[in-house]
């Protein structure tokens, strides 16, 4: 079949009626012609537009099954088959189904294994390869045997690597012996390494036989570089996290000691693969920095791999107190990569990256940043040494030489050292106008009881005829140091006429006055959204931070109750506003037993891990006094065990596990039964970590934050 027959239908579909990732799938009927074109740059973007309408970041749509037909026999017919096949395979391996029904992209493809099928047969072993990832994703009954014929004569490396993948897939069980068989020297590295995949996968015991297969075949990445398996491109990796996941002494011991051999392979580019692997594993396992950094530190020592050592000595930098020496040899030299070195350093061992970072504090952004920026440890106090004031003090007398971040890195520094810092007034003071945000609380903060006259003098003067964008926070500054309300009120008033996040971040500011911000109410009023406005977050948002300011301003609930009931209204229509949901929620606790009337919207959040620990916190704050601990169903019409549950699901799940720390603290033992109990301490004491999402650098510090946190609440509940 040529191109030309198998498009002669392509206009009887009513593609303009269909929906894919952009909208209308009108676009795709031309898509397809210019696929079976002669211009190859046409036939190009027509594959990668294809690649994000009808399967969108793994996402297919109504328009999607209606597409296959098409691009099977196109793929059949020779036009850009292995491309076509790897579209096709993704499409039937999507799990995620918008607006199509459950299964219906997948039996699509499995339709046309007719002219599938043979394509495993094709003279080209890239065709072959292809169709061995295409059609094991249909699940059909027929593929199986098929591919189990082409394992025992394929002999081309990269497809048998690829058949054998796709057998496993189909019959985990079945293929573990075959995996076994295929860990043997005999077999090409291409298919040593994914039998190792899917021995670890079937969850076979690891042995010795699959210890030296993966040490022999490194660097494995480059190995299965040509597979479509995006969740298997880094075997190393994904071998150790597989194995420390199951969450057995055995597991753990075999992962560490294959990564420990890998991090002393004498290859280079073996040793940085480790790394990276190592990387992975102490985001997993609350073992494996302690176990693997001896053989980490000496790669240190090593140019060939050094840069990627300190990406992975930054993830547990407060445990990596025994690679200081080198690090402070590398801190020492001059460049990026020192300033590397220097903000691990600044966290595995402050007391000697003071002076160091002191030596050359403007070529130091990485540190500094680690010091006192974005990467900072959450309430960590970098040491206060006078060489380290006198260079921030330098730099502030240079504005123009500043970096984009660093005026509020500097005056973070300075405000963590206090009165201390007190001889930085100067330059604080003169750089005031130009950096209005950053300077006022750190001058507030750095001034010494003689001088507060002086200083309130100059907040004074901010926050009247400042730059508008610094107001709030030199009048906030002023409150702080002298208790002047004034200045603060008319600058939160202004603020809340800015809208956006600006209503969240005043209004939160004027509910910590109470009711000294009365005089605020009207305009708190004026800044909830309006009828016929489009509900975004930063206005939801800053309807449930208003709401809370007005109960704690007037003390008065029907108002408050009234607008978190319409930002829990909007959360329930729409996903993307979940933590909007929790913000709601945590605003409702504070109300108690006056939130009564919003149970039932706080009662839906509970099917949302992530909204679930706060709904929770705001459900019990309803309940009048204490209420009754009886662990079940009490007369306030609280089902404690169930809340306790979705709380500690929460956790397991990772969604909120600090804000279900606290929903089970406020629940009290008698709401946990013995097997929540046990779970809780399971999230405690296991080795996988439980916070494993957010930011690179600060996943394993929240991790044992969490880890404290939860010991204490296990103390506390028993």
């Known amino acids: 079949m040529n191109a030309a027959d198998v498009l002669a239908d392509l206009d009887s579909r009513p593609w303009a009626e269909l929906q894919h990732a952009y909208g209308s799938a009108d676009d795709v009927p031309g898509l397809l012609r210019a696929l079976a074109g002669d211009d190859a740059e046409a036939a190009e973007e027509a594959l990668h537009e294809l690649y994000g309408n009808v399967i969108h970041q793994g996402t297919v749509y109504a328009a999607t099954p209606h597409a296959v037909p098409y691009l099977a026999r196109l793929a059949a017919a020779g036009c850009r088959t292995a491309d076509l096949l790897g579209l096709l395979g993704d499409i039937a391996e999507s799990e995620d189904e918008h607006g199509v029904e459950e299964g219906a992209c997948r039996a699509a493809v499995a339709a046309q294994l007719t002219v599938l099928l043979p394509l495993l047969s094709a003279p080209d072993a890239g065709v072959r390869q292809a169709a061995a990832w295409a059609v094991s994703h249909t699940a059909a009954d027929v593929v199986l045997p098929e591919l189990r014929r082409c394992w025992a004569r394929e002999r081309e490396a990269g497809v048998r690597a690829e058949l054998l993948a796709a057998l496993a897939r189909l019959d985990p069980a079945g293929t573990a012996a075959v995996a076994t068989a295929a860990l043997g020297p005999k077999e090409p590295p291409q298919v040593r390494v994914i039998a190792a995949l899917v021995c670890v996968d079937a969850g076979l015991p690891w042995t010795a036989a699959h210890h030296d297969t993966v040490l022999s075949v490194l660097p494995a990445d480059e190995l299965v570089a040509s597979r479509f398996d995006q969740e298997r491109q880094e075997p190393l990796c994904h071998i150790a996290e597989a194995l420390l996941l199951r969450d057995t002494d055995e597991g753990r011991e075999a992962a560490c000691a294959l990564l420990e051999a890998a991090l002393r392979d004498p290859r280079p580019e073996a040793r940085a693969e480790a790394l990276w692997a190592a990387d992975r594993a102490c985001t997993v396992s609350r073992g494996a920095p302690a176990r693997l950094l001896p053989a980490i530190v000496p790669l240190l020592d090593e140019e060939s791999v050094v840069d990627r050592v300190l990406p992975v000595l930054d993830k547990f930098a407060p445990q990596a107190a025994s690679a200081a020496p080198a690090l402070e040899a590398l801190a020492e030299g001059n460049g990026d990569l020192a300033d590397r070195a220097l903000a691990v350093l600044a966290v595995a061992a402050p007391e000697r990256a003071a002076p160091l970072l002191a030596r050359d504090l403007g070529g130091r952004p990485r540190a500094l940043d680690a010091v006192a920026g974005f990467r900072a440890p959450a309430g960590g106090r970098f040491p206060f040494v006078p060489e380290l004031l006198e260079a921030v003090r330098a730099r502030l007398a240079a504005p123009d030489d500043l970096g984009p971040n660093e005026p509020a890195q500097l005056a973070r520094l300075l405000a963590s050292w206090g ?290 946190e939860a010991r204490a609440v296990l103390a506390a509940l028993a």
């Open 419 to 708: 009165e201390r810092a007190a001889a930085a007034l100067p330059e604080l003071r003169a750089v005031l106008s130009r950096f209005p945000r950053a300077v006022p609380g750190a001058m507030a903060a750095v001034c010494p009881e003689r001088k507060r006259e002086r200083v309130a003098g100059w907040l004074r003067e901010a926050a009247a005829m400042g730059p508008a964008e610094g107001r709030l926070e030199a009048a906030g500054a002023l409150h702080g140091l002298t208790g002047e309300l004034g200045p603060l009120l008319d600058a939160l008033a202004a603020a809340l006429e800015g809208g956006g996040y600006t209503v969240r971040e005043a209004a939160r500011t004027a509910g910590e006055l109470g009711p000294d911000a009365a005089e605020l109410v009207p305009a708190l009023r004026a800044a909830l959204s309006g009828p016929g406005q489009e509900r975004t977050v930063p206005r939801l948002d800053g309807d449930a931070e208003v709401a809370a300011a007005l109960w704690r301003i007037t003390g008065e609930a029907d108002e408050a109750v009234r607008v978190l009931d319409g930002v829990l209204a909007a959360v329930a229509e729409e996903p993307w506003f979940r933590w909007t949901g929790v913000r709601a929620a945590r605003a409702a606790a504070l109300l108690g037993p006056a939130a009564r009337l919003l149970r039932p919207r706080l009662e839906r959040l509970l099917d949302d891990p992530v909204q679930a620990p706060a709904a929770v916190l705001a459900l019990l704050a309803t309940v009048p006094g204490d209420g009754p601990d009886d662990g079940g169903s009490g007369a306030d019409g609280l089902d404690r065990t169930a809340l306790a549950e979705a709380a500690l699901e929460s956790a397991e799940l990772d969604a909120d596990p600090d804000t279900a720390l606290e929903a089970l603290r406020a629940l009290g033992a008698r709401a946990l039964s013995g097997e929540h109990i046990r779970r809780l301490t399971a999230l405690a004491e296991r080795d996988p970590r439980v916070v494993r999402s957010g930011l690179e650098h600060e996943m394993i510090r929240a991790d044992e934050r969490f880890r404290q």
